[in-house]
C-alpha cells in the first residue's frame, strides 16, 4: 500500500515533538520525555562497552575536584569511564554538555527528579570507594561536560572539560 503517504506527516509529527521538547526549556511541565532528552545530543548516545576504544579512569574527591580535570576524545570513539570516589562523601558523573549539566543541577535543586536520575545512561552515583561507570559514543566534535551533581558540587566548580576532535 502507499506507505509513503503517511511518512511525512509521521515525519512532521516527530520533528514538531522534537523541537517543542528542546524549545521548553522554561516550562517544567511537559516532563513526558524528561528522562531520555537530555541523555542524548552533541555531546553523543549511549555506548556499548563491547566496542571501547578505550577506558578513562577518572577520580572524584571531596574537595569538588575531577582527577583528571579534562579528556581528549577523538570523535566516534566509545570510552568507559571508570570513575571511583576516593572521598568520603557519595559523588555524581554526568556526561552532557552545559544544557544537560544545567538540566540535571535543576532537577537536583528542586528535588523534582531524584528517583529517576540514576537511571540515566550518561550518569553514575559512587558512593565513597566504590567504582562506576559511563560507556559513552562521542558522536560529534565539541567541547563537552562531566559534572557532580550532588547538593552544592557543580557549583563548587566540581566538573570536567571534555574535548572532542576530528
Ligand atoms: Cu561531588
Sequence with gaps: MSTSRHRIPILLAVVLLFAASCS???????DMNMDDEHAAGAFGEPGDAANATRT?????????????????ISKGETVI??????????????VGDQAAQDEHEEEMTSGE??????DEPNIVEVQPGE???VVWHF??????????????HY??????????TG
Design 24 to 30: 521548553s526549556g522554561s516550562s517544567q511541565d511537559d
Design 113 to 118: 527528579n531524584m528517583a529517576g536520575m540514576h
Design 56 to 72: 578513562i579512569e577518572v577520580t572524584a574527591n571531596d574537595n569538588y575536584t575531577f582527577d583528571p580535570p579534562s579528556v581528549a
Design 131 to 133: 567504582t562506576g561507570e
Design 139 to 152: 558522536t560529534d566534535s565539541g567541547t563537552f561536560i562531566y559534572g557532580c551533581h550532588e547538593t552544592g
Design 81 to 94: 569511564f571508570k570513575v571511583t570516589n576516593a572521598g568520603s562523601i557519595p559523588h555524581t558523573f554526568l
Design 155 to 164: 557549583a563548587a566548580g566540581m566538573k570536567g572539560t571534555i574535548i572532542v
